[in-house]
């Protein structure tokens, strides 16, 4: 799977933390250039979400949530502060956490930890999260790295907690993007692993309304 198409691990990871580097630190440098999909994105992420917040019996709470691969903090800013009391981020790019605490302004108040760290490197505080949201980010993690991180995510969840996927699906197998240097992988290669890590799927969902021309992207759900 990906480890056929990533033929030096370590300049795979390096790569991309050169591509990062030089990408500019705003929502169009975090979308590649399609900064006018944010709100749809969000919009669509929160409904998602929701249902799993909702009164019931296995209701994830809302007390803590975990932006992967959180970039200047988006999500965070959108998705995540206005549901959750406190959120942490972890990303590799340490301008962009720098950028974040100015872009999440007031609220960034509620963050308790910007953590610099690539995700093959990081491991959640145990049974510290209600949410591990991962997205656009995966691509950069080996098949192996991506299982032993989702094990990790596990043992990071609270009661009810949840982690959620939200990334590119090629149409099948996986293909390398030199560019970025990452990976898209197949939606059932993504499940693999999933599976592989001891997760239970528990929802998922395509997105609607984004471009033609970029891949499609899926919302996966588990614990």
Request: hydrophobic share 40%; net charge negative.
């Amino acid at each position: 799977m990906a480890k056929e198409a990533v033929e030096d691990e370590s300049e795979f990871y390096s790569k991309a933390e050169r591509y990062w580097k030089a990408v500019p630190a705003t929502v169009d440098g975090m979308l590649g250039g399609y900064g006018h999909i944010s709100s749809l994105d969000i919009a669509s992420s929160r409904a998602f979400l929701l249902r799993f917040l909702k009164e019931g019996p296995n209701r994830t709470g809302t007390s803590r949530a975990l932006d992967c691969g959180a970039g200047i903090g988006r999500i965070s800013k959108r998705l995540l502060l206005p549901l959750f009391r406190e959120v942490d981020l972890v990303d590799v790019t340490e301008g962009f956490l720098d950028q974040a605490r100015d872009f999440l302004g007031e609220e960034a108040r509620r963050v308790r930890n910007y953590f610099c760290c690539g995700l093959q490197d990081f491991s959640p505080e145990p049974g510290a999260y209600d949410l591990i949201w991962i997205q656009w980010v995966i691509g950069h993690l080996t098949d192996d790295h991506l299982a032993a991180f989702l094990k990790r995510c596990r043992q990071g969840l609270r009661p009810n907690g949840l982690i959620v996927i939200k990334d590119n699906m090629a149409q099948e197998g996986v293909v390398l993007d030199d560019v970025d240097s990452s990976v898209c992988r197949g939606l059932e290669v993504v499940l693999g692993i999933v599976r592989r890590a001891g997760l239970r799927l528990l929802a998922q969902e395509q997105q609607q309304g984004f471009p033609d021309e970029i891949y499609h992207v899926y919302t996966l759900a588990m614990r």
